[in-house]
């Protein structure tokens, strides 16, 4: 069974921090490519990043680079999120994502990042 746990939201002040963690189970999480999106209150899926599944190409779209960085762990079947700077626009809850090679998408229940003072 294809397990994605979410876990490091929180609520943060503007221009702090937050590190988002993915625990994956139930497939080969070296082989595959990995995303992270995010949902606004009363707002569509946004993709946030991506990274391949050697881990060393990243993605992300342009309202978070410089500020989110994206990371993969083969060895502990993790996904990262590091978000600094962090803007209350960021506020949102994330959902890491991945496609398996039967092409269905599998993300977990999500973590709840708050950014307000």
């Known amino acids: 069974e294809v397990q994605l746990v979410e876990s490091g939201g929180g609520l943060v002040q503007p221009g702090g921090s937050l590190r988002l963690s993915c625990a994956a189970s139930?497939?080969?999480?070296?082989?595959?490519?990995m995303s992270w999106v995010r949902q606004a209150p009363g707002k569509g899926p946004e993709w946030v990043s991506s990274?391949?599944?050697?881990?060393?190409?990243?993605y992300s779209t342009d309202s978070v680079k410089g500020r989110f960085s994206l990371s993969k762990d083969n060895a502990k079947n993790t996904l990262y999120l590091q978000m600094n700077s962090l803007k209350p626009e960021d506020t949102a809850v994330y959902y890491c994502?991945?496609?398996?090679?039967?092409?269905?998408?599998?993300r977990g229940q999500g973590t709840q990042v708050t950014v307000s003072s």
């Open positions: 994502n991945v496609v398996l090679g039967n092409g269905v998408r599998y």
């Open positions: 139930g497939f080969t999480f070296g082989s595959y490519d």
């Open positions: 990274i391949n599944s050697g881990g060393g190409i990243t």
